[in-house]
């Protein structure tokens, strides 16, 4: 009855008189009676294969993606554009199916990959180590806080305001259960306040966390942040865009000691919400602080270039009380696609797709203050991203514009009084002159 089920019923006979049991609910007995579900699940009747995929095909037109409609919504995910080559790469058999590379000397590839990958983010962040990537860019920085607080020995992070709502979420879930203290620095005018910063950084404080560009779009002053950080022996820590690093200085010139980010923008689709790939990178005297794997480059007896697992300080290979972390793996296949895609585009490609992004993110903006119907919240230098306050709701512009084939608008009415009618909105290279005329012509025609 069902060809793609290989076993019969005779199959399950002999397997259950095998273990001991009667019928397959046996097998369930220790779970009470009262919370199993006691009928068939409500799937309906059995479609054919066919009649499946029909039902999901119809089901996906209801989503309306960045492939049908200009999308101008950034805060932590971005539309950029990926080259060709970085899908049929990663869609090879030998890298979509590795795993994590537990005997190395026979996983060369799957090790030149990350030593590629790590080589490209040292690069990229001036940083002299990086590990293979990590889950996320929120967890990535809640790791960093840990390498901060080991290495100082003190149980205090500070962390602005203006960094991502969702990674302030993330880190003080990591934090709550180790007796680590989580300080938010309050924003004023859209920056991380330097007064209230100096006033709470302490000798307790083993760091300091900064993003920029912030999750409001604007280029924080780091040089003030990271004399406070350092006077007081605190850590750096920056959450950077990669992608604004191909115009703007590098976290090393800015005097970080870690630098953390999402790395979905280096060639990875939106997906939805995932899966992307965290990015870590540090001082070389954070090494033995750093969670997951670090690979290294070497030579065979014969001579031969070769890679190994240099330094692995996590549970499974070291007792766990000495483990930096207890992250397990590392986000292969997303590593991979951003090694593909920054080996593509080079350092005139990067820089050129940054440069591209904030020119048109400051056109859409003037464009869009000039109309009078909308007002600037922030006069402060921007990256790709700005917010901008109307009488209108939120949810209103979300809704025209969708109904004219844009996406756009992120509401930050969720943040508070003050954010009220006010939307952030991103422009990154892909979108024309064509794409962000025709967004200010219909947001000037909403009433």
């Known amino acids: 009855m069902f060809p793609y089920i290989p076993h019969t019923s005779e199959d399950e006979k002999q397997m259950l008189s095998t273990i001991g049991v009667d019928k397959i609910e046996d097998l369930f007995e220790d779970i009470p009676k009262e919370i199993q579900l006691q009928r068939r699940l409500n799937l309906g009747q059995p479609k054919s294969e066919w009649e499946v995929f029909k039902q999901f095909q119809e089901l996906g037109k209801k ?25 049929h790469i990663a869609s090879r058999a030998e890298f979509y199916t590795a795993y994590t590379p537990y005997q190395p000397e026979v996983s060369q590839g799957t090790l030149q990959v990350i030593f590629e990958y790590q080589t490209m983010i040292c690069q990229l962040t001036g940083m002299d180590i990086s590990n293979a990537s990590l889950y996320d860019g929120a967890s990535a920085c809640a790791e960093a806080a840990f390498m901060a607080v080991n290495k100082r ?105 870690i630098v953390v980010g999402e790395g979905q923008s280096l060639g990875n689709p939106l997906q939805f ?52 972390s207890n992250i397990t793996s590392n986000q292969g296949l997303n590593a991979l696609r951003a090694v593909v895609y920054l080996s593509t585009l080079g ?50 512009i979300q809704k025209k514009l969708l109904d004219k084939g844009i996406l756009g608008g992120y509401s930050l009415e969720y943040m508070g009084p003050d954010y009220k009618n006010c939307m952030l909105f991103c422009v990154t290279e892909k979108r024309s002159k064509a794409e962000i005329d025709h967004l200010i012509e219909v947001m000037e025609g909403i009433e």
């Open 273 to 324: 919400g995932g899966p992307y790939l965290g990015f870590i990178a540090a001082t070389s005297d954070f090494m033995r602080k750093m969670p997951g794997r670090i690979v290294g480059e070497t030579v065979d007896v014969d001579g031969n270039r070769g890679f190994v697992l240099t330094l692995q300080a996590r549970e499974q290979h070291i007792r766990r009380e000495r483990a930096t």
């Open 63 to 87: 989503n309306k993606n960045v492939l049908q409609y200009p999308c101008f919504i950034g805060a932590g995910a971005y539309d950029h554009w990926i080259p060709s080559v970085v899908d």
């Open 347 to 396: 350092k005139q490609g990067l820089r050129e797709v940054g440069q591209q992004s904030m020119e048109k993110a400051h056109y859409a903006f003037e464009k869009l203050i000039q109309t009078s119907k909308y007002q600037p919240v922030f006069l402060k230098p921007f990256f790709k991203e700005f917010i901008i306050q109307s009488s209108i709701d939120p949810s209103i």
């Open 153 to 257: 020995r003190k149980k205090k992070i500070l962390v602005s305001m203006t960094v991502h709502p969702e990674v302030r979420r993330v880190l003080a879930t990591y934090m709550k259960n180790q007796g680590i203290q989580i300080v938010e620095i309050p924003s004023k005018e859209g920056e991380t306040d330097t007064e209230v910063l100096a006033e709470k950084m302490d000798d307790q404080t083993a760091g300091v966390i900064v993003q920029s560009p912030n999750f409001f779009g604007i280029l924080e002053d780091i040089e003030p942040i990271e004399k406070i950080t350092h006077e007081k022996k605190g850590s750096l820590i920056l959450h950077v865009d990669p992608l604004s690093l191909g115009v703007l200085k590098s976290p090393k010139e800015w005097g970080a000691d």
